[in-house]
């Protein structure tokens, strides 16, 4: 039973879950309508299984329903899929792929048609390979490209691989009214074109269609069904109520509504990296309310340094403000190129002061460097020192590695390979990659020869240094198309004096019109703060 506590002399007001139905009362329907739903017809279920109280709530529901059914009915099959974007809290993750490999011994102890999938982005899409390797910039809610690639494309691909096997599939999901306005408006939207009983058409995914049998649910009904029902799969419902309560800043998960104590359910998880909130509370209370959990630290500082967008003050040096805590980022010395990925200078009206300034694109090498380093120490020290479960985490995978390194050295021109250095100097091991000695124009004690005759001018060095990689490239070419091309636009990139030579020049573009306006737009101050594509 829910209470609203007593605040400025209100008595408090007893609130029945299931809107004063008995739980037994709701389930049964509920499972009748499963089995019903199950039985119409071949047309194969995925059900969507995060680790989280929604997720799990229908997916004991739907388990626990056809588990009555006789076995020669139980033939439909029952994908169950999670989608780890490989930057997940690690508390999370471990949960939910524990949970998937029990779940799987269940369902062919107790002779079901479930069937779990781990799925994860594809190399290429990784949020490290785009951050470091490539030098997108942390996520902005205006440049939200990590969703598309860790989450919605491993999914929405399971799914067009079910649909093209079977002509349809039924999606499973754990979504619910209540979670906020936009999510009701839309699920009432699609309530209207419902083709048949509870099941919704997927506007994203064609031939699909979807099932959301707890969309009336509040957070404590949902709690109060996985509270009084075991977990069909040996799982402990208890213990997920606990991680919530653990991610909860007050260290409690009371099932009480009121304006200043939110119910259990308002605790989210997600990626540790995420820069689209000002701070991951959940981490952060987990850390608080565990010493356990201290391990996760070193997450939270390097979260807090993918955020600047700025360099940031290093331990000691002068200059960081009064009161300040490290990371904190610095003010004159941007962490992003001036020049967009393709070399290109573009440039905005700056609202607050008419000013003209250069749209900043991909990371810098240093400081993509600098963050593998740190994410490779992390990884290190957290081995090293955290719990027994967590001795072989990988915060970054040998593949991921594999692929920064790629981009670096044949897609960024950074011949000097420097991947495998600060592998070595972050972990103390080797990596466990072959030597690309053969493919470099130079090796690293002629970089440092080009670089010193460079005398400190980074842009010179960079042009110097992808024009020899282009002639590497294609000195052994039979047929050399495109050679030209690449070497201009080599040059193109790096004949500025400096930055400020760069905007210039970009103004000057502007004043001819040849960027297809008289002069840049201004913007408005959310649009400046989301400049933040790299192309």
């Excluded at 879950?17 to 199950?38: H, K, M």
């Excluded at 990590?146 to 491993?154: A, D, Q, S, Y």
């Excluded at 070193?298 to 990371?327: H, Q, S």
């Excluded at 897609?411 to 972050?426: C, G, Q």
């Amino acid at each position: 039973m829910t209470t609203i506590p007593l605040q400025l002399g209100i008595t408090p007001v007893r609130r029945k879950p299931f809107n004063g139905r008995s739980l037994d009362e709701v389930i049964t329907e509920l499972s009748e309508e499963v089995r019903e739903l199950y039985t119409a017809d071949q047309v194969p279920w995925v059900i969507g299984y995060s680790g989280g109280k929604d997720s799990t709530a229908v997916l004991q529901l739907v388990w626990n329903a056809i588990a009555e059914l006789p076995a020669e009915q139980r033939t439909k099959p029952v994908h169950v899929i999670s989608t780890d974007t490989l930057v997940e809290n690690p508390v999370v993750a471990a949960w939910v792929t524990t949970s998937l490999d029990t779940m799987a011994k269940a369902a062919a102890e107790q002779n079901l048609p479930v069937e779990p999938h781990r799925l994860t982005p594809e190399i290429k899409d990784t949020f490290w390979v785009n951050l470091i390797g490539r030098g997108y910039p942390a996520p902005r809610p205006k440049f939200r490209w990590c969703t598309e690639r860790l989450k919605i494309k491993p999914s929405n691909a399971f799914i067009r691989n079910v649909v093209a096997s079977h002509g349809e599939a039924i999606m499973v999901l754990g979504i619910r009214k209540t979670e906020s306005q936009a999510r009701a408006r839309a699920m009432e939207k699609h309530e209207k074109r419902r083709v048949r009983d509870r099941l919704s058409p997927n506007a994203n995914l064609p031939n699909s269609l979807v099932y959301s049998p707890v969309e009336d649910w509040t957070n404590d009904d949902v709690w109060e069904y996985l509270m009084q029902k075991p977990n069909p799969w040996g799982y402990n419902n208890q213990d997920l109520l606990t991680m919530y309560q653990g991610a909860s800043a007050d260290g409690e998960c009371p099932l009480v509504v009121d304006s200043t104590t939110p119910s259990c359910g308002s605790s989210r998880f997600g990626c540790w990296t995420c820069t689209l909130v000002e701070q991951d509370k959940s981490m952060t209370a987990m850390i608080q309310n565990d010493e356990e959990k201290e391990w996760m630290t070193p997450l939270l500082t390097l979260r807090d340094k993918l955020d600047a967008p700025f360099g940031y003050f290093e331990e000691g040096e002068e200059g960081l403000p009064p009161g300040r805590k490290l990371p904190y980022p610095r003010p004159d010395q941007p962490a992003r190129d001036f020049r967009r990925m393709n070399g290109r200078v573009m440039t905005y009206k700056r609202r607050t002061d008419g000013a003209e300034v250069a749209i900043h694109g991909p990371y810098l090498q240093k400081y993509r460097e600098d963050w593998l380093a740190e994410l490779l120490e992390a990884q290190t020290w957290i081995r090293a020192n955290g719990p027994d479960h967590i001795k072989n985490i990988e915060l970054i995978t040998l593949d991921e590695l594999h692929e920064i390194r790629r981009i670096w050295v044949f897609d960024k021109h950074e011949v000097e390979d420097s991947l495998p250095r600060i592998y070595k100097k972050a972990t103390g091991e080797d990596f466990p990659g072959g030597p690309l000695d053969e493919q470099l124009v130079m090796g690293a004690d002629e970089m440092k020869i080009l670089r010193e005759l460079c005398d400190g001018d980074d842009l010179h060095y960079n042009m110097v240094r992808e024009l020899l990689s282009v002639e590497r490239k294609y000195r052994t070419m039979s047929r050399r198309a495109g050679l030209f091309q690449a070497l201009e636009s080599a040059v193109q990139k790096g004949f500025y004096e400096d930055s400020t030579d760069a905007l210039d020049f970009a103004q000057r573009k502007n004043d001819k019109n040849k960027w297809g306006s008289d002069s840049p737009t201004p913007l408005t101050l959310d649009e400046e703060t989301d400049i933040d594509a790299p192309a």
